[in-house]
């Protein structure tokens, strides 16, 4: 019987060990951004409680969202792509803006403006976003499809790629990596204190 109990009570533990890690993995794979940003009227007031919408251009996905007390929106775990934003509040005129790209772990900052008229006019704005990351403070940089498929890969290693963004040096051997392996150093930072993704 002690043993029928010892046995079973390491089978849990190992069922639970493995139910733990396919989480970690499952959360770790997750690679997306968000869309924030403030809806305000022609003064600079803020619209409090604008309906809006954020749509991915390239899937016709959409999220709606409405503004708070400080006219503020944000919609969360977005995959990367294109994104418009509309926005409308009863006295104001329907607002489009451009689709603008969402790259992974970015924060894609879209302020509205709204103008006074019916909601059966729509207004289309032709440029709104920052090309500047001004919500998140840590850096970073996408390589794109096209640069992979022009740069040259000595030995066919995609980690290699990460030396094609400003500050990037391969790590020397050290505690944490040796030669040759895939650590990187980021503006002199410690190997160890780098994140990357790879999709």
Known sequence: MNNLVRSLSRHCFILLAVLALLSLSLTAQEATGRVVGVVTDPSGSVVVKAKVTVTNVDTGISNDTTTGDDGSYQVLSLPAGSYRVT??????RKTI??????????ALKIDVKLE??????????????????????TLGQ???SSQIWNAPLNGRNAMSLATLMPGVIPAVA???????GTGFSIAGARTDSVTFLVD
């Open 97 to 106: 803006t451009n689709a603008e790209k969402l790259d992974i772990d970015r």
């Open 116 to 137: 006074v008229g019916s909601t059966a006019e729509t207004v289309q704005v032709e440029a709104n976003a920052s090309g500047v990351e001004t919500v998140n403070a």
């Open 174 to 180: 050290g505690p944490t990596t040796t030669a040759g």
């Open 87 to 92: 926005a409308e509040a009863p006295g104001f």
């Open 142 to 144: 996408v390589v794109t």
